[in-house]
């Protein structure tokens, strides 16, 4: 299997920014890590063994990023406005200079965007708001209002609230969207979500899975048993929904 090392400065972020690439052709897979994972998490955790016929095959290629989590939501150090304006040079990076990338190395006319935990809200996020770049959706365990206060987890920007954290709230954009031409575009999306039946926020999938339905956006929710939230699960999931 192919597997290449990229790094490069960047301006956006104002630091370096590492991917690993799986595979030598195929429809693009851009994969998002979780909260603590970083590029080569999906590595680590044998996801990419557990795709690897489908990668030699030239079916899925794989593009493994690198994660700014620690200074966005997960940065208790910095004020709520900071963390999600950090949040945004993060998807400038994404679109900007990953996605041109991307493009060079492999015209498939088919880009996937993919992530667990944190993973799949960014995933989500930058799916419903850039829907033109994207072909399917596919998103595992979850939490896509990062406002919500769920059992253990909390409200990640502390009560605080402006027209950046709207915009970057999937459950709360989505309610209000009303472009023709947005909704177009998420409707030829192929979207498919996997959560466990008792994950804290799958009431929260439920909503956001109802939402696109409700916008004529046809999405698919598979439900597993137990709380589904850990790589074990993710390693059945990947093959079957990628």
Avoid at 24 to 39: L, Q, S, W
Avoid at 69 to 75: K, P
Avoid at 174 to 179: D, E, I, K, P, S
């Amino acid at each position: 299997m192919r597997r290449d090392y990229y790094r490069w400065y960047s301006h956006r972020v104002q630091r370096d920014m590492e991917l690993l690439v799986f595979g030598h052709a195929g429809a693009k897979v851009m994969v998002f890590p979780t909260r603590d994972g970083n590029f080569h998490e999906y590595e680590d955790l044998n996801i990419v063994h557990c795709l690897a016929e489908k990668i030699a095959a030239g079916h899925l290629q794989l593009w493994c990023l690198d994660n700014v989590a620690t200074e966005t939501f997960y940065c208790s150090a910095c004020h709520p406005s900071e963390r999600i304006r950090r949040h945004i040079q993060y998807e400038e990076y994404v679109l900007n200079e990953v996605m041109p990338l991307m493009q060079r190395q492999n015209p498939h006319s088919c880009t996937i965007v993919h992530g667990c935990s944190l993973g799949a809200f960014q995933a989500v996020n930058l799916a419903l708001r850039h829907p033109q770049h994207f072909q399917k959706l596919v998103a595992f365990s979850g939490r896509y209002d990062l406002t919500l206060n769920v059992d253990a987890f909390h409200d990640l920007l502390g009560g605080y609230y402006d027209e950046n954290v709207y915009f970057h709230t999937p459950s709360h954009f989505l309610r209000n969207l009303n472009c023709q031409q947005r909704l177009a575009q998420l409707s030829h999306m192929d979207i498919v979500m996997a959560v466990g039946n008792e994950d804290p926020f799958l009431q929260n999938n439920l909503q956001l899975s109802e939402m696109l339905h409700s916008k004529g956006v046809r999405n698919q929710l598979h439900l597993w048993d137990g709380r589904a939230h850990s790589a074990g699960y993710w390693r059945r999931m990947a093959p079957m929904y990628l």
